[in-house]
């Protein structure tokens, strides 16, 4: 919970010091928060990184500006804090005026914690929070109301677990994993085989579980399917945005961030370091390999090679698929231009075919 | 809450009269319901917009249909209620006999409120509703059970949020706000910044809001991410259908309308009265001007100018995309055509050059 | 809730006598549970169907293999299950050795069930799980941790809700139903009519219910609407996945199957045994025949023939579709070759017109 009321002034040669910039101006300037350009005031930092926003660096009122040596020569007298990643440095820098408040540990006397269930004392269970038998919630994390974690399943130490995110039995959550609101995590995967005597879809039993490794965090109603049989795996560092499904089986490597609303088919391997584009499609029982970046909307049907840039449904190489996209956008214009093209060429055709070259005889 | 049992009769013409419409056949005709053209009785009034459904029309028993005037010799003999908006005239007869039942005023005693929050003595607070500290529900709004509202958060009035939707802490919801099921307000932003030295993604802080004006709707399972600095605003009488993202800092005008698994990525701005199709996608730091309608699943990739109807992927006006999704529909025939065309002309240029024109010399 | 405590060594003959299938080797093998390829040990039977694992199928210390009679031949000297549906085998194999397990019946102390609700004596309601009044709780059904079924709506015998699902008011959930977390069953309708006087989307009533029947399975995060009026139906034995949205008034037939993501808009009526596709969407007011399949992300905006397999966006034919996408790949290509054309016709077009072919007279 980042809260309003948290702040203390630095200078602004503190905050150079804390990401490892350099000031350029007064190092003294007192700062006791960062705000957004267009609303910031003298005591405030803000932050520049894209040069769409240069009308709103010009106008800005912030006592002094985040932003890269490239964009130092954007900002008139001001003083700023030169940085080579200016995004991170802004990250770091919100946090410290923005920390993240512990609420007081303890149990509720709204929860329900089942007297099998282990809660490390240091952990705080809010009301309406539900902890299943044998289940485990370790050192400092933080269960909101609504909140539910069945029976012997795990969470580590520093979790945060927004409201009504649920945790189904037996799945495991590394440390300093979160879950956004209503975030599900171990729902059964998808998976029926058909019996043409019964003329039924059979479920087949979802007996696996779901490994959310160290430091995740999974966005607001996403959803990661438990494994038929072993474990669905979201690897280190992995962020997941809003509204995203990863199906049973999948297993997702470390530092790999998936964008809001993409979908990714059971079976399928992520590497490490990929970048999913937000409603991306990707099939099941594929491998997509480390650092490959696909492009918002892709659809992805055939496996995908590590370091690789792709776009497009079914998708392929990102710079093929726009050069292609361009065409698409004249192609009534193409097949008119052919339709000339067959008349004149018939029409030449229909010429009659002259006689091979040879001296003429007078 | 929309119940069965609270009709109570009129006359057609009471009808015609809220609805400024005309009737055509008996005033006096008791109507106590409204109903489907293929279930409608006689004691019912049914509705008509659709020629698809002209069957339906033919076959129905409903003692009355609400119609427009250019449909109007479409129906037989049977009492019409002629009105120039058939489908608002329906809305507002169809209110009449299923009025919002406001459940009993009061905090139900499995509730939890805090005791430094502050509802007012007519809302309802339903079990298993939690309310945090310094949270504010205002006059007649209704918290069904599940629901989450988290400190310092500010709840107007006539506002109705069904089970499990959760506003977090410091988010603001104006008067006659509807949050459907699991819907979610206020979950962080999805911003990271990679830090090359730790090789982790840094959470940047989300430290801003989300402002829901008056009026809004929002879908199950919809979320609205929390600025990361200042506010995500959604515009009085916007309407948010199921499962759509709205990420952060972005912000919509009035009056649009956003259809199901849409998703907006951050800093967009969506003007007034935009319409964003089903599982439409928006890149981030866009202008979507006003009156825009974008066709469903679209990916929308450049600013729109106001009044635009785009479509496709990447999305450009709507007529074009059309008419070369049509010419894609026979590019494979296109291709072969070229192909054909290429050994045509190759065929052509082999035949010798012909002679300048000029009178044939015996 | 499938939990690893359950098993009972059975041999491979009990096994294959289940499943109607034939061992190859050592019928009296003692099988104490099934696993994966890659994990299984000399006690499990473990299952191969798709050719891509044959890897897996080399290396694995699995005591015995399901397998179809065509890849009996892939498995070396091990014991194997052959039968002819592997993978309906595997499901009902898998659920012997996972049994459902039922928790004790009754209503839990930190439950809220209303005085006048009927539930079952059978049934369980847990913690923080909520009744409404009138509404009913059939035989043997179970509510998670933080279920909300409202007022008056109806869960028929052995249904299973899990954690955080929902039913709204008046709803119907017949017999052996499914909810994953957080799914929604009755949320309203996506259905407003402009007002341009009031200057605003005015709400039509969402007075109808959702009828879902027998064996259905709905996934965490997806949602189903209420009807404007009358019912959205779901058909027996449909199961849908994660995150779909299914609008208003739309019914779907018996058997179908809606992968993640996919979405319904309203009215539209899907037949029995259809299939859609992950991110799949459907245009409102449409059929779509029996058994009809819909590729992946495909955008559907005309009725669908019984027995059609489309795809694409606009969707039409699958086989069309994919051989102009192959084309789509070279179109970039193609246009370029259509502009040298273009100026070797114009070239041979500069050339003089020949003379109709005659007798040359002397």
Redesign the interface.
Known sequence: ????GSKRTRTLGDLADLVGGRVRGDASLPIDD???L??AEGRHVSFFA?R?YKKLLDATRAGAIILAPEDASLSDGRAILEVK?P??A???V??L??PVQAPSPGI?S?A?VHPEADVDPSATV???A?VGRHARIGPHSVL???V?V???ARVGAHCLL???A?V???CILGDRV?L???A?V???G??????PEA?????????GIVRIED?V?I?????V?RA???ETVVGA?T?I???V?V?HNVRIGP?S?L???A?V?GSTQIGAGVVLG??V?I?G?LDIGDRAKIA??A?VHTNVPADATWAG??A?PHR?FF??????????Q??T??RE??A??AE??K???????RKSK?
């Open positions: 919970m980042a809260a309003e960062v705000a957004p267009e609303s894209n769409r990643n995004y991170l802004f990250a770091k919100s946090a005026f923005h509720d709204h329900c809010m009301a309406f539900y909101h109301p609504g539910v069945m029976e012997e927004h409201v009504n649920s189904r039995e037996r979160i956004q609101p209503s599900v171990g729902s059964d998808f998976g029926f085989a058909f019996d003329l039924s879809h059979v479920k087949v039993p979802q007996a430091d965090e966005g607001a109603c996403s959803c399917d038929t049989l072993g560092g962020k945005d809003n509204l499904q199906a530092l961030i964008c809001g609303q979908g088919s937000g409603q499609g099939a029982h918002a909307q659809g449904a079914p392929g093929e050069r292609n996209a361009v065409a698409f956008n004249r192609l009534a193409l097949v231009e052919v093209l067959r004149a060429v030449l055709q010429k009659p075919a002259t006689k091979p070259r007078p």
